[in-house]
């Protein structure tokens, strides 16, 4: 048996980190705003330091996906998801500690049969960010594997970079991480490596921001049993992303993610090949 309609959308989840749950936030996908390019900045540097406190967005996640195979004709899915989630920092010394919510979110699959797990939310993570490390507190994960938790982990290395204390103008940096989730039974394990460098000053909502981008190089991996069915899973390709900071807070007002993806998914001995192209907007909530 092939695999069916609804797992290249467990591929989206599992690197991306969407969210498929029942119940719903308020509003339809947030559109993807219109932002001045960034100008050439008179301050010849920036101290980044994140602030205190609690934030909360609302994420917008969007994926094409498009299926290649020797005896299926080439077709495409596109899944959305739009969740809130909020965020909550203070720090001890030279360590920040953190918590993040997941309340609310909804997945739309057009079409498609999904087998999604079900959490109850709110769901919440908790961890710390001292010196070049972010770590998760295993005690704050209720759950040994769940898509939900994956998505909060891959949402806390992109709200918390690993800035340098000082920026100037075209300054760059380069740091790579390493993620472990699942989707349903499968887990996976993905690594990105990030190129940063600083653009300029721009304003974003009145708000004067710090735009800083990002340049991705992905693999990942994973292995289970998804419908009584073996199933390995490879990808690898390109993303990249856009901050725009609060100078004065340390905080992301907001940010752009994506994602280009070329993926093998092995399962029962027929192997499926997939195209995706994912966004990920996240929104300071005011």
């Not at 000082?166 to 993620?179: E, G, I, K, Q």
């Amino acid at each position: 048996m092939g695999p069916s309609r609804g797992y290249p959308f467990l591929i989206v989840c599992c690197l991306i980190g969407c969210v498929s749950t029942p119940q719903s936030p308020t509003g339809g996908p947030m559109p993807s705003p219109s932002i001045p390019a960034p100008t050439s900045a008179e301050t010849p540097s920036w101290a980044f330091s994140i602030t205190p406190g609690t934030a909360s967005y609302r994420i917008s996640r969007s994926a094409d996906i498009e299926h290649f195979s020797d005896s299926v004709r080439s077709r495409k899915e596109v899944s959305t998801n739009v969740s809130h989630e909020s965020i909550s920092l203070n720090s001890a010394g030279d360590t920040i500690n953190f918590s993040v919510v997941v309340d609310t979110s909804s997945t739309t699959v057009p079409g498609a049969i999904t087998s999604a797990q079900i959490s109850q939310l709110p769901v919440q993570i908790s961890g710390f960010l001292a010196a070049d490390s972010l770590v998760i507190r295993t005690d704050s994960l209720a759950e040994k594997c769940s898509p939900i938790t994956s998505a909060l982990i891959t949402d806390v290395h992109n709200l918390l970079p690993r800035f340098p204390t000082s920026l100037s103008p075209a300054s760059s940096w380069r740091d790579s991480t390493t993620l472990s989730g699942c989707q349903g039974s499968i887990p996976t394990k993905s690594r990105i490596v990030r190129s940063f460098k600083t653009v300029g000053m721009s304003t974003y909502e009145n708000t004067p921001v710090l735009v800083i981008q990002r340049s991705d190089t992905v693999s990942a991996e994973g292995e289970g049993a998804e419908q009584q069915h073996h199933l390995l899973l490879n990808a690898s390709g390109t993303g990249g992303a856009m901050y725009y900071l609060d100078g004065s807070t340390g905080r992301v007002v907001h940010l752009s993610v994506t994602q280009d993806l070329n993926l093998i998914v092995t399962m029962s001995g027929r192997t499926d090949h997939f195209r995706q192209s994912s966004r990920q907007d996240f929104a300071l909530a005011r």
